[in-house]
């Protein structure tokens, strides 16, 4: 297995969350692709607020369609930091965590 350092870029959105037409965390992950990035996952949840203090939520009771998103992105630290700055013009309101992390890379016939 092979350790490296990066870091991991985490986006809260909400699932309403619009650019370029389509849902914010779609773009966002398309952006990821286009930039070349190792991987990247789009986690929906079931219940959360934002800033506004407004809670979503997915009980029956409160059939929302702003459900939170958190899409999540993991790479070296200069290729984070750099896309990061890349999508940050298009998002009006962002709300991210950046931290470091060690990268655990292991494929098929790795020795240990």
């Known amino acids: 297995m092979r350790k490296s350092k990066?870091?991991?870029l985490r986006i809260f959105l909400g699932e309403a969350d619009k650019a370029d037409h389509m849902?914010?965390?779609e773009w966002?992950?398309?952006q990821a692709i286009k930039y070349n990035m190792s991987g990247a996952?789009?986690?929906r949840g079931i219940?959360?607020?934002?800033s506004k203090q407004q809670m979503h939520s997915n009980?029956?009771?409160r059939l929302s369609q702003n459900l939170p998103v958190i899409v999540e992105l993991v790479d070296v630290s200069d290729k984070v930091e750099s896309f990061l700055e890349t999508i940050e013009a298009e998002i009006k309101d962002l709300h991210a965590t950046l931290e470091d992390v060690?990268?655990?890379t292991a494929t098929l016939g790795d020795e240990e």
């Not at 219940?47 to 934002?50: A, D, L, P, Q």
């Open 47 to 50: 219940e959360g607020f934002g």
């Open 23 to 25: 849902p914010l965390y």
């Open 6 to 8: 990066g870091k991991r």
């Open 59 to 61: 009980k029956i009771m």
């Open 28 to 30: 966002i992950l398309k």
């Open 102 to 104: 060690e990268i655990l």
């Open 41 to 43: 996952t789009a986690v």
